[in-house]
């Protein structure tokens, strides 16, 4: 098939869009209807569905979320400080993603009035880009493939952080699976987050009201498994959040008291879920975002990049000055606390 010009044309939501949104093999959580609720709940943003048409034809789908800023509409698939990951487009294989992406710049510039755009969408490539009036961070994650056995699974990992999950089970870690509409589990997730965020002497970057909500609209669609990690006393020391969809599993989060970290309760709860998610035939754990310490699994780092664009290059500033920002108002509110 050639494609000649690819639009975006947005729709209401219905059951025969989302019936159709679920054939795409390059589907994933972040266009479920639970999970854009979440992200609505949380950001206050107005989800956006449209699909891509070739001719009149329906060939693929785009998600976003229209929010305020300053006064001007921002379209994020998804923004950054979202706490959602790659949104972007779902297409026919046949269907090129740099084509679907220039299509998205009227679409969102013309069509819906926006003054500025973000994407992240996990099967774009750095070579999509260039000549579309982007900018754009590479954003690599950090994935594990889960289609060997599990003794492959487990050698694959550095052999530290082997010996670290066998020194949890000799510690007397346990780990617990938890249903969504746990009373608890917010409150010690979110404790255990700021005793994580102070090592760096800063404080977490949402609020416990963030986790809630997730648990709240994502965990009754069954794609969202808890874990928290017990010492031998019983006493719960560290926590992990994961959902999950179609072949992947993701790391929306985790956390741990540094006090007890010596038992290695972080590596024991992520072991768990890559036994959890391989057992019900998922094919992928997704970090995602890159760092060094998850190396120790066995990951392999896969480029993502973020773009974006403007109307105007004072947004793009505005954009960058306000991520500074953030930043800088995140450690003064940690330096208060402190103080109190």
Not at 46 to 74: N, Q, W, Y
Not at 258 to 283: C, F, K, V
């Amino acid at each position: 098939m050639v494609i000649s010009m690819l639009r975006l044309r947005r729709v209401e939501p219905a059951a025969a869009l989302w019936a159709d949104r679920a054939t795409y093999d390059d589907r994933l959580i972040f266009h479920t209807r639970p999970w854009l609720r979440f992200v609505a709940e949380a950001q206050g943003a107005t989800p956006v569905l449209a699909v891509v048409e070739d001719g009149g034809e329906t060939v693929g789908h785009f998600t976003g979320l229209v929010s305020k800023r300053f006064g001007l509409r921002l379209l994020g698939s998804p923004m950054a400080g979202w706490t959602t990951s790659y949104v972007g487009f779902l297409l026919r294989p046949d269907v090129s993603r740099r084509q679907a992406l220039e299509a998205l710049m009227p679409f969102a510039f013309d069509d819906l009035g926006c003054a500025h755009l973000e994407i992240r969408d996990r099967r774009l490539t750095l070579g999509d880009l260039p000549g579309l009036g982007l900018q754009w961070d590479t954003a690599p994650t950090a994935v594990i493939s889960l289609t060997p056995p599990e003794n492959d699974l487990f050698a694959a990992m550095a052999s530290a952080c082997r010996r670290n999950i066998r020194k949890a089970t000799k510690s007397g870690v346990v780990i617990e699976e938890v249903p969504p509409d746990d009373p608890s589990f917010a409150a010690e997730f979110y404790d255990q987050l700021r005793d994580v965020f102070a090592k760096q002497n800063l404080v977490p970057t949402y609020p416990i009201d963030r986790v809630r909500s997730l648990m709240s609209c994502v965990g009754p669609s069954g794609n969202l498994l808890l874990l928290r990690a017990r010492d031998a006393a019983g006493r719960c020391i560290a926590t992990a959040i994961l959902p999950w969809h179609h072949r992947t599993m993701y790391f929306w989060g985790g956390a741990s008291y540094r006090a007890d970290q010596l038992s290695r309760p972080n590596e024991a709860l992520i072991w768990h879920a890559l036994r959890w998610a391989r057992t019900r035939g998922l094919t992928e754990f997704d970090f995602v975002g890159g760092n060094a310490y998850k190396a120790k699994y066995g990951t392999v780092e896969v480029p993502v990049p973020w773009a974006r664009r403007s109307r105007s290059p004072l947004l793009a500033g505005l954009r960058d000055a306000a991520k500074q920002g953030f930043a800088l108002k995140q450690r003064a509110t940690a330096r208060l606390t402190r103080a109190r």
